[in-house]
T-cell receptor, first 115, second 114 residues
Framework: GAVVSQHPSWVICKSGTSVKIECRSLDFQATTMFWYRQFPKQSLMLMATSNEGSKATYEQGVEKDKFLINHASLTLSTLTVTSAHPEDSSFYIC???????????FGQGTRLTVV | DQQVKQNSPSLSVQEGRISILNCDYTNSMFDYFLWYKKYPAEGPTFLISISSIKDKNEDGRFTVFLNKSAKHLSLHIVPSQPGDSAVYFCAASAVTGGGNKLTFGTGTQLKVEL
């Protein structure tokens, strides 16, 4: 299958700082990228959908000013957690989908711990 | 409202036997279904998918069955291997309606024992 690379795989940051997570599709052009969050023993919860060159669409309850998403190119989307707090600690996963495909391929995830 | 449900949080199967993971959905607009496998601290890995125009899709040891009238799908793994131990998520999408989001179930932890 296609390769989606997510970086970093884990990060620890201080409360109040911002953290940027990158998601890259390595061998295909992803017109749509998705950002998910997973709490322990729970399902993947979609946070937002981003299309290349346009604003992200956020799911209900997700603060767009806190979780900034940029999809500047067909191979890169970034999620920035601004002014992180301990409750933002979670496992964040991106996925990417090519225009003609219906399968979404996932990055390896980022474990964020805010202390 | 949980539109995709996996009612069994865990399943234990002996090596070599069949593993059957179940998934139910409520949204009749869903027309494309996928199964993903996930290890701890990793992103999900795509396993197999099925379109609503089919009722079965097979790929090696993995077979997915879809019963549209019952809004039910299942993943069969045979023979089960210890390396299959992971959390399995089913996901659904409404492709025809122009949707491109995946709605995930809550996952089933499969443990394949020797």
């Amino acid at each position: 299958g296609a390769v989606v690379s997510q970086h970093p795989s884990w990060v620890i940051c201080k409360s109040g700082t911002s953290v940027k997570i990158e998601c890259r599709s390595l061998d295909f052009q992803a017109t749509t990228m998705f950002w998910y969050r997973q709490f322990p023993k729970q399902s993947l919860m979609l946070m937002a959908t981003s299309n290349e060159g346009s604003k992200a669409t956020y799911e209900q309850g997700v603060e767009k000013d806190k979780f900034l998403i940029n999809h500047a190119s067909l191979t890169l989307s970034t999620l920035t957690v601004t002014s992180a707090h301990p409750e933002d600690s979670s496992f964040y996963i991106c996925s990417a989908r090519a225009e003609t495909d219906t399968e979404a391929f996932f990055g390896q995830g980022t474990r964020l711990t805010v202390v | 409202d949980q539109q995709v449900k996996q009612n069994s949080p865990s399943l234990s199967v002996q090596e070599g036997r069949i593993s059957i993971l179940n998934c139910d959905y409520t949204n009749s607009m869903f027309d494309y279904f996928l199964w993903y496998k996930k290890y701890p601290a990793e992103g999900p890995t795509f396993l197999i998918s099925i379109s609503s125009i089919k009722d079965k899709n097979e790929d090696g040891r993995f077979t997915v069955f879809l019963n549209k009238s019952a809004k039910h799908l299942s993943l069969h793994i045979v023979p089960s291997q210890p390396g299959d131990s992971a959390v399995y998520f089913c996901a659904a999408s409404a492709v025809t309606g122009g949707g491109n989001k995946l709605t995930f179930g809550t996952g089933t932890q499969l443990k394949v024992e020797l």
